[in-house]
Each structure stands twice: as structure tokens, then as C-alpha cells.
């Protein structure tokens, strides 16, 4: 056991695993415990497995969440091996206590809605986890209060690559089907399998396999409303599960008799593109699309699935699109599905918010006058400025790139338009939206 690790007095080891061996430690200048998180030695110097380890304490310190781990410090030791310091949370793992069967009830829909209220901030951050399990939830005393954290990031990749991962990672018995298809493309809603595994296993004691029966056939006093609730997350069709964390959390919060949470919807939004935040699904091959009637001469024109919506944009952006729709949550609206559609050249690049190529998302909403739009913390706010019927806001000169977005609410209609150079295309844009 080492005696020091950086300048934090070590007391004892708290667990390790393939990867990496995790101590309790104490910061005698902060006057607190810590947990320090140091990688193996014989992976320190696999490059790609030390890139990750960096990559999970990036992506915890930049959701900055209470209902996450927090990183507090990053380091190396003298032989090399990188270290994370996090929050020590002091009442052990969620596998830990199924380890004594079902839990009560109304606790384990509590510790579900507050996992899945952890998994919206992390998806609000632009972040899909892909290993949620037991393990991997923790129980720390914040002010007084126990509290769920989320931890092990390990996995945690962007949504805006999530279409295109290729190799099968998670945990079995909580991975959602799409998982063990590599390129099989994955969003949101993985996760959501993920938290509807744990909460069947709270309930029953018992991991879901295959097409599970409702928990209440292993568990008396189990409501059919959580049948519904579970089984809903549960679904092998996507398509079919809670649509976001944060819409399973209000309905898991709701039948334990607890007040929906409250997001903190500018914190959330700060700083992001929607190719990071939505979940769009149906990917659309779009060569060879013809201009529609009415549309600008080396345009094409792209609607929705439903038809309700529709946009021109230069025929150069429309190599890909998905149609499906989208989550009004994204920009601190309530969660419901509406019409909505991004259309790209290549949306993967679109959604990398400093670099890769244009392309538009357009969606209709209620209440947008309430929205709390992106910002782009590496790009300089240009104009604010109102067009008839729409106020468009100009970010120019992103992270030293020609990169530029236009934030624009039109009445119920919303876009978030990523240009590369010159000229400026909104106004154009703007004109060939059809609703």
C-alpha cells in the first residue's frame, strides 16, 4: 500500500478490478476523505486504455453534477501511472446492498428515479454511460442527506458518436439488445434499458432475462403501474422505451410518491450542439434526393417522418438525416416527442461542435419562448437580432475555426443551424421552412 499518492495521505484500499485499484485517502489540506482511482501498471502504458482513463475524468469534471462522482484532481505517480481523485462515497454500491435481496418497494423506485435523474445529466452533458450496473452505483452523504451517484465512466462515450460505434461493450444483464450488435447504433435509450434492468433487479431480486415477465408475478405488492414503468424500459425495441432518463424519472418519482425533480436547465444547456443532445433515431441515407417543387436550385428539401415538417438546405448538407423526431427536453422544455429532423452532410462531424462539416436541425415545440438555448462557450456571441416572426442568435469564429451557429426560434419552430465559412445561409434557410 502505497503511503502517499500526490499530496493525499493514503488509509486503505477500497476495491480494484481489471483496470484499476481504487484507495480511500485523506486531503489533510481540505480536511476531507477522497477515493484515488489509480490505473493499473500494466495498462498505464496502453495508450488507447490511458486515453480513456483521461477521457472518464474529462467527461465527469465537464457534467459537473452532484448526482455524479466528481473528479476533484488528476495526476500522475513517479512510475508514470495517471490517477484520478473523486468523490469518496462513503455508503458502498447498490450491488452491495442486492447482495440481501428485494429491496422495499417505495426504496428501490426512489434509488431508481435517482439513478435515472443521474443518467439526464449525463445525457444533458452530451454523454451516453453504456455500462450502467449495480456496481456502478454509489451511495454518499452530501449535506447530511444520503444520495445516489453515478460512477464509472469508463465506457461513457458522445452522443454525437453514438450511430457509430463498432465495438460491443457493457455489462450482460443490463445491456440493452442494440448493445451486442456492434454498429448497431446507440442513444439515450440504451442507458434507459440499462435502468430499468436494476430496477426490476431492486424489485425482484432477480436480473431480467429474456422477455421478462412483470416484476409483480415475483413480487406482491408491485402496482401494475410499475409493471408498466419497468417493462416500458425494458423493451427490445427501442423505439418502444422511455424516450429520455429524465421522463422515467418523473414517472418512477411519481408512483413512489416523491415530487418530480427540478433540472437546472441553463446549466444543462451551456455549451453543447443538438447533435450532442438529441435522440434522434432513423438514420436516412439522402444521395440522390431530388429538389422538391418550390425549392432553391441546388438545394433539397428534407421533412420529417411524420411529414409535419420540412427544410431546404444546400444539396451539399444533405448527404444523411434523421427524421424521427426529437425531445423538446434537450432545451429545458418538458419532455414529450415532437416532430423534428437534422440533416448533414456527415451528422457524425456535425456533431462535433468545434470541428466537421454543416448541417441544421429543425423541430417544432410549445412554448419555446421559455427555451434555454445552446451556447457556445468557444465561439463569440455576434449578433442577437430579430427577422420577421423568428429572433435568430449569431455565434461566429468558434474555437478560432470559421465555424459559426445560428441559434433561431421562429414561433413553435426551433433550429440550430452549424455553418463552415462564408456567406452567412440563415435568412435562406429560414425562408424554406414548411410547418
Known amino acids: 500500500m502505497p503511503a502517499k ?15 484499476a485499484t481504487v484507495w480511500l485517502a ?13 490505473l493499473a501498471d500494466n495498462w498505464a502504458h496502453q495508450a488507447d486504455v490511458r486515453a480513456r482513463f483521461e477521457q472518464e475524468a474529462q467527461v465527469l469534471r465537464r457534467a459537473d453534477s452532484e448526482r455524479l462522482v466528481r473528479i476533484h484532481d488528476y495526476g500522475e505517480l513517479p512510475d508514470g501511472r495517471p490517477f484520478q481523485v473523486m468523490t469518496y462515497a462513503d455508503g458502498g454500491t447498490l450491488a452491495e446492498r442486492l447482495d440481501q435481496g428485494p429491496m422495499p418497494v417505495r426504496t428501490a423506485l426512489r434509488i431508481a428515479a435517482d439513478i435515472a435523474r ?19 452505483v454509489l451511495f454518499g452523504t452530501v449535506r447530511g442527506t444520503e444520495r445516489v451517484l453515478v460512477a464509472d465512466l469508463g465506457l461513457a462515450k458522445s452522443l454525437a458518436f ?23 447504433g446507440l442513444d439515450e435509450r440504451a442507458d434507459i434499458h440499462a435502468i430499468g434492468a436494476m430496477t426490476y433487479q431492486m424489485l ?24 408498466r414503468i419497468v417493462l416500458r424500459a425494458l423493451a427490445a425495441d427501442r423505439d418502444r422505451r422511455w424516450p429520455t432518463a429524465a421522463g422515467l424519472a418523473d414517472a418512477l418519482q411519481e408512483v413512489a410518491g416523491a415530487p418530480a425533480g427540478r433540472r437546472n436547465r441553463a446549466s444543462q444547456i451551456a455549451g453543447r450542439t443538438l447533435g450532442g443532445l438529441l435522440a434522434l433515431a432513423g438514420l436516412a441515407l439522402l444521395g440522390g434526393t431530388r429538389p422538391a417543387h418550390g425549392t432553391p436550385p441546388g438545394w433539397t428539401r428534407v421533412a420529417d417522418e411524420s411529414r409535419t415538417i420540412s427544410i431546404a438546405v444546400p444539396s451539399a448538407w444533405a448527404g444523411q438525416a434523421r427524421q424521427s423526431g426529437w425531445n423538446p427536453a434537450a432545451v429545458g422544455l418538458p419532455p ?9 452532410g456527415d451528422l457524425r462531424s456535425w456533431g462535433e461542435e468545434y470541428s466537421g462539416g454543416p448541417g441544421v436541425f429543425v423541430g417544432t ?25 423568428a429572433q435568430v442568435t449569431r455565434w461566429a469564429g468558434c474555437a478560432g475555426t470559421t465555424i459559426s451557429y445560428s441559434e433561431v426560434v421562429a414561433g413553435r419552430t426551433y433550429l440550430q443551424i452549424k455553418q463552415v465559412g462564408d456567406p452567412d445561409l440563415t ?5 424554406t421552412i414548411r410547418s
Request: one cysteine or more; proline letters at 9%.
Open 427 to 431: 435568412d435562406r434557410i429560414l425562408h
Open 365 to 389: 415545440a410549445d412554448s419555446l419562448e421559455r427555451a434555454t438555448l445552446p451556447t457556445h462557450a468557444r465561439c463569440t456571441r455576434w449578433s442577437v437580432r430579430t427577422v420577421p416572426g
Open 336 to 344: 414529450t416527442a415532437r416532430p423534428g429532423l437534422a440533416v448533414a
Open 5 to 19: 499518492i500526490g499530496r493525499y495521505r493514503v488509509e486503505r484500499r477500497l476495491g480494484s478490478g481489471a483496470f
Open 118 to 136: 443521474a443518467t439526464a445529466d449525463l445525457h444533458s452533458a452530451g454523454v451516453l454511460h453504456r455500462d450502467l450496473k449495480p456496481s456502478n
Open 204 to 227: 425482484t431480486g432477480r436480473q431480467p432475462r429474456g422477455a421478462a415477465g412483470p416484476p409483480s408475478k415475483l413480487r406482491p405488492g408491485v402496482s401494475p403501474t410499475v409493471d
Open 26 to 38: 485523506e486531503d489533510d489540506v481540505l480536511e476531507s476523505w477522497v477515493a484515488i482511482k489509480v
Open 162 to 184: 453514438a450511430s457509430g460505434f463498432t465495438v460491443v461493450a457493457g455489462t450482460p444483464g443490463y445491456m440493452a439488445p442494440e448493445q451486442s450488435r456492434p454498429g448497431g
